[in-house]
């Protein structure tokens, strides 16, 4: 069993930077991601970090978020810059271990116009 706690989240104006962290209850190597959900919308994925370092992004973050890790510290990074109306959600931390997905409480990030 692993409990993943997210924090970092909060109201920012647009084009303002936040960074989120996800911090694991052990050392983990799996492929973590962050994944974001908005009111009245489905959960959908934002980028993700495979174990051999690999990272995808959701096209519409491209270029303007950071997915990184800390293994010493078992803790995931998602560094978010000019963001926008649209990146307001919930954002979750993400691990896939031997094909069990866990999941985290998740942080609620605003952006104001």
């Given at each position: 069993?692993?409990?993943?706690?997210?924090?970092?989240?909060?109201?920012v104006q647009a084009g303002g930077?936040?960074?989120?962290s996800c911090a694991a209850s052990?050392?983990?190597?799996?492929?973590?991601?962050?994944?974001?959900?908005?009111?009245?919308?489905?959960?959908?994925?934002?980028?993700?970090?495979?174990?051999?370092?690999?990272?995808?992004?959701?096209?519409?973050?491209?270029?303007?978020?950071?997915?990184?890790?800390?293994?010493?510290?078992?803790?995931?990074?998602?560094?978010?810059?000019?963001?926008?109306?649209?990146?307001?959600?919930?954002?979750?931390?993400?691990?896939?271990?031997?094909?069990?997905?866990?999941?985290?409480?998740?942080?609620?990030?605003?952006?104001s116009s």
């Amino acid at each position: 069993q692993v409990q993943l706690v997210e924090s970092g989240g909060g109201l920012v104006q647009a084009g303002g930077s936040l960074r989120l962290s996800c911090a694991a209850s052990r050392s983990i190597f799996n492929s973590m991601g962050w994944y974001r959900q908005a009111q009245g919308k489905q959960r959908e994925l934002v980028a993700r970090r495979m174990s051999t370092g690999t990272t995808t992004y959701a096209d519409s973050v491209k270029g303007r978020f950071t997915i990184s890790r800390d293994n010493a510290k078992s803790t995931l990074y998602l560094e978010m810059n000019s963001l926008k109306p649209e990146d307001t959600a919930v954002y979750y931390c993400n691990l896939n271990l031997f094909s069990v997905n866990y999941w985290g409480k998740g942080t609620l990030v605003t952006v104001s116009s």
